[in-house]
């Protein structure tokens, strides 16, 4: 982030104002709490401001098993994405600010053309998934199915190139399996040069569907 960190002052340059992290990560690692504080003192000591793109948040929570404060309010985030989406929800994000946001800010939603209506529909699917901790049940689902997925493809010696902490597992595979198992279960091809896939589990996964999948590698 450092090597990022420059123009401040300068006419000629977009002056930076945020950093933005995604929460578990691209390649389905989670940031540990100190990491998370490391890089918002960074940022507050540059006047900016640290978001947490949490679509994934409940899994990072789930992996981590901790109070989601002591991963977001605790450490010295500004806002986060609160995701629904990729949790059990039809559709919805909440966005969170755990500091005073700048002036204005409840107006960029209308002007970005992103201001839903008929919030409650939303709301109530919240309600749901945060009622009895249900978003955190369902993540951890995800994530041990995600687990037990990786367990099963490094069975069948498939290599397993990052840590399964959230509900993804990335995996090199031969190019010629690929399709057939697309046609199975779809899933996107994340480094085409590399033969490296991405696989994803969610809350309604079950291992019977984890085995069917990796069966078809026989």
Same mark, same amino acid.
């Given at each position: 982030?450092?090597?990022?960190?420059?123009?401040?002052? !300068?006419?000629?340059?977009?002056?930076?104002?945020?950093?933005?992290?995604?929460?578990?990560?691209?390649?389905?690692?989670?940031?540990?709490?100190?990491?998370?504080?490391?890089?918002?003192?960074?940022?507050?000591?540059?006047?900016?401001?640290?978001?947490?793109?949490?679509?994934?948040?409940?899994?990072?929570?789930?992996?981590?098993?901790?109070?989601?404060?002591?991963?977001?309010?605790? =450490?010295?985030?500004?806002?986060?994405?609160?995701?629904? =989406?990729?949790?059990?929800?039809?559709?919805?994000?909440?966005?969170?600010?755990? &500091?005073?946001?700048?002036?204005?800010? /409840?107006?960029?939603?209308? /002007?970005?053309?992103?201001?839903?209506?008929?919030?409650? +529909?939303?709301?109530?699917?919240?309600?749901?998934?945060?009622?009895?901790?249900?978003?955190?049940?369902?993540?951890?689902?995800?994530?041990?199915?995600?687990?037990?997925?990786?367990?099963?493809?490094?069975?069948?010696?498939?290599?397993? &190139? /990052?840590?399964? /902490?959230? !509900?993804?597992?990335?995996?090199?595979?031969?190019?010629?399996?690929?399709?057939?198992?697309?046609?199975?279960?779809?899933?996107?091809?994340?480094?085409?040069?590399?033969?490296?896939?991405?696989?994803?589990?969610?809350?309604?996964?079950?291992?019977?569907?984890?085995?069917?999948?990796? !069966? !078809? +590698?026989?």
């Amino acid at each position: 982030i450092q090597s990022r960190l420059h123009g401040f002052g !300068n006419q000629h340059h977009v002056q930076p104002a945020i950093i933005s992290i995604s929460q578990c990560s691209e390649m389905g690692t989670v940031y540990s709490p100190a990491e998370i504080k490391a890089i918002a003192d960074l940022a507050h000591s540059r006047g900016m401001f640290l978001h947490v793109d949490g679509a994934r948040i409940a899994n990072a929570v789930a992996y981590l098993d901790i109070e989601p404060a002591a991963l977001l309010c605790d =450490t010295g985030v500004d806002v986060l994405s609160f995701g629904g =989406t990729k949790n059990g929800m039809l559709f919805g994000e909440a966005v969170i600010f755990f &500091t005073s946001p700048r002036k204005g800010v /409840q107006y960029l939603r209308k /002007q970005l053309m992103q201001l839903h209506s008929k919030g409650r +529909f939303i709301a109530a699917q919240f309600s749901a998934v945060l009622d009895e901790n249900l978003w955190i049940r369902a993540a951890a689902r995800a994530n041990s199915m995600a687990r037990l997925l990786a367990e099963k493809a490094d069975e069948k010696g498939i290599q397993i &190139t /990052q840590p399964v /902490q959230g !509900n993804e597992v990335f995996a090199i595979i031969p190019k010629d399996r690929i399709e057939k198992l697309q046609n199975k279960s779809f899933f996107y091809v994340w480094d085409e040069n590399k033969s490296e896939v991405r696989w994803v589990c969610s809350f309604d996964t079950d291992e019977s569907d984890v085995l069917d999948f990796i !069966n !078809n +590698f026989v």
